[in-house]
């Protein structure tokens, strides 16, 4: 794994999701799902991912953050922990983001399959 992305590494197509909550009729929630990225032809991102051994943790301010699967995009300041990832069609809800190397070049994204704040 390098320590940025690299764009020769990026061989997975990544959505990037935001959630909006909407009310039918009859006052119930119905929660969807739009794509942030709408500048290409599917919506996607080129990303690296690694899926990572089993369920491993990262520690970040005394917080402790169980992961599935770690993916480095391009910089987007547009990445929020509300928004989620759908890769090869499953939906991964993002634990932690870190700017790699802290020069705003490479985005990493800790993700845990499944969501926890939406359908």
Known sequence: ?????????????IR???????RNAIGEEVVSWTDVVTNTAD??????????????FFAAQQTRY???VRFRIRWRADVVREQRVLW????YDI????DVGAGR????ILAINGLRNGL
Do not use: C, I, Y
């Open 66 to 68: 169980a992961a599935d």
């Open 105 to 108: 070049h490479t985005l990493e």
């Open 1 to 13: 794994m390098t320590a940025s992305f690299n764009p020769g590494q990026a061989k997975q197509r």
């Open 88 to 91: 090869r069609d499953e939906p």
């Open 43 to 56: 919506h996607a991102l080129w990303a690296e991912a690694w899926p990572l051994k089993g369920r491993e």
């Open 95 to 98: 634990v932690m983001l870190t």
């Open 16 to 22: 990037l999701q935001a959630k909006s909550v909407t």
